[in-house]
């Protein structure tokens, strides 16, 4: 018990020291320094001056002054606490300088895992390729399956702008739908008729009033008319 009071007396002891050297030797030693230009940076064990302040100061010489200035008692006891605090300082440092070091090799394997991550996701991605034609197909036959006829105009609207880019991509040329697939060759195409009916289907649609009631029926009948179109050329899956 005794011991622990001693080793706690002795660290309070060694804070006073660091404290009255920051605040008040530090500070001393500042004020002299710079009111004096002439003053002596202490004198020796012989009483003598240590010479004018002429060039730069070096640790001896701050070393001399500080121990000229203070009790001798004083000083051992702060050269004492001083190389305490100094071994604890750098223990300390020690300590995180490593987690640091370890924090930052985390940090090196965390970033590379996730560029795994990232570089497989993008790789799966690519070995898939999902065509845009099949998204867009995708997105018409969520429409198909709402409640909105609305929803149900555009999807029809979009799968016959959908038509004339597969005829584009084939080659067929004209200035409206129905001069590219006029252009068509049976022989080379043989959905052309249901992609008449679903054409038909769509222009009576888009004629109609928005007022007009769809008939559920016939809507599904015209996307699947698109779809077998579609499927002729592997345009949707």
């Known amino acids: 018990m005794q011991g622990g009071l001693s080793t706690a007396a002795g ?3 060694g804070i006073w020291s660091v404290g009255t050297l920051i605040f008040q030797w530090v500070p001393s030693l500042m004020l002299s320094l710079s009111t004096a230009g002439s003053m002596t940076l202490g004198t020796n064990a012989s009483g003598a001056s240590a010479g004018p302040l002429t060039s730069a100061v070096t640790v001896p010489q701050i070393e001399a002054y500080l121990q000229s200035m203070s009790p001798t008692p004083l000083y051992q006891q702060f050269v004492t606490d001083w190389g305490l605090f100094a071994a604890v300082s750098i223990f300390i440092s020690l300590i995180l300088a490593s987690f640091m070091t370890y924090c930052i090799v985390q940090l090196t ?5 996730e560029e795994q991550r990232f570089a497989a996701a993008a790789a799966s991605v690519a070995a898939r390729n999902v065509p845009v034609t099949h998204l867009r197909w995708d997105r018409i036959m969520g429409e198909i399956h709402s409640e909105s006829e609305k929803s149900w105009r555009l999807a029809i609207l979009e799968a016959d702008i959908m038509l004339g880019e ?3 991509s084939l080659g067929y040329k004209g200035e409206t739908m129905a001069d590219k697939m006029r252009a068509v060759e049976r022989a080379n195409f043989h959905t052309i008729d249901l992609a008449w009916e679903a054409h038909r289907a769509r222009n009576r649609i888009a004629h109609e ?10 809507v599904r009948h015209t996307i699947d008319l698109y779809q077998k179109v579609f499927r002729e050329f592997q345009f949707v899956a």
Request: hydrophobic share 30%.
């Open 109 to 113: 394997r965390i970033r590379r895992r």
């Open 11 to 13: 660290f309070k002891a």
């Open 209 to 218: 009033s928005s007022e007009t009631p769809l008939n559920p029926r016939d």
């Open 166 to 168: 597969l005829l584009d």
